[in-house]
T-cell receptor, first 111, second 113 residues
Framework: GEDVEQSLFLSVREGDSSVINCTYT??????LYWYKQEPGAGLQLLTY?????DMKQDQRLTVLLNKKDKHLSLRIADTQTGDSAIYFC???????????FGGGTRLMVKP | DGGITQSPKYLFRKEGQNVTLSCEQN?????MYWYRQDPGQGLRLIYY???????QKGDIAEGYSVSREKKESFPLTVTSAQKNPTAFYLC????????????FGQGTRLTVV
């Protein structure tokens, strides 16, 4: 089946940029998502990108998609302590019904 | 207030008991999902339903059961057959087609005592 991989942990200093990476195996992935999870809470959608795009920017967030290498990244500019959370990459199948998640990357922002 | 409501927030189960986790939505979404999250791990799909009175097994359905008698409700029962049920359970909903957002409830933390 589909597989989505992420690194487990990232630590940055406040004000620096954070880059969280994700790789996936399903070449038919249609949409790719980034979700944020704060402690003890559900997941909040940050942004998503269509597979026919290679970049999407939304305020401090920049998503880059390399479809050839099946690599997705999320860049957070001017990272703040409030950005500390777990970030999940996810992808959907052709029908857009199923969501497959990566294992999550825990971002720690040091003051 | 629109959204997804999971209850209870915390649940304790004795060995050998069945427990049911509630998930209710008023978003009029057709698809509903149950995920399990273990510490330091990602989300694994337990069951999902795309229409009333129909549901499909996910990757880790053994020891769980669901029903979808109403569009708004998708309860998950953790049976005594589930040997390691302690986890954080998340319910999500989504419209059927396209790049639409999946909305998540706040989760239920189940602990076996």
């Amino acid at each position: 089946g589909e597989d989505v991989e992420q690194s487990l942990f990232l630590s940055v200093r406040e004000g620096d940029s954070s880059v969280i990476n994700c790789t996936y195996t399903d070449s038919s992935s249609t949409y790719l998502y980034w979700y944020k999870q704060e402690p003890g809470a559900g997941l909040q959608l940050l942004t998503y990108i269509f597979s026919n795009m290679d970049m999407k920017q939304d305020q401090r967030l920049t998503v880059l998609l390399n479809k050839k290498d099946k690599h997705l990244s999320l860049r957070i500019a001017d990272t703040q302590t409030g950005d500390s959370a777990i970030y999940f990459c996810a992808e959907t199948d052709n029908a857009g019904n199923m969501l497959t998640f990566g294992g999550g990357t825990r971002l720690m922002v040091k003051p | 207030d629109g959204g997804i409501t999971q209850s209870p927030k915390y649940l304790f189960r004795k060995e050998g008991q069945n427990v049911t986790l509630s998930c209710e939505q008023n978003l009029n979404h057709d698809a509903m999902y149950w995920y399990r999250q273990d510490p330091g791990q990602g989300l694994r799909l337990i069951y999902y339903s795309q229409i009333v009175n129909d549901f499909q097994k996910g990757d880790i359905a053994e020891g769980y059961s669901v029903s979808r008698e109403k569009k708004e409700s998708f309860p998950l029962t953790v049976t005594s057959a589930q040997k390691n049920p302690t986890a954080f359970y998340l319910c999500a909903t989504k419209t059927i087609q396209g790049a639409t957002e999946a909305f998540f409830g706040q989760g239920t933390r189940l602990t076996v005592v």
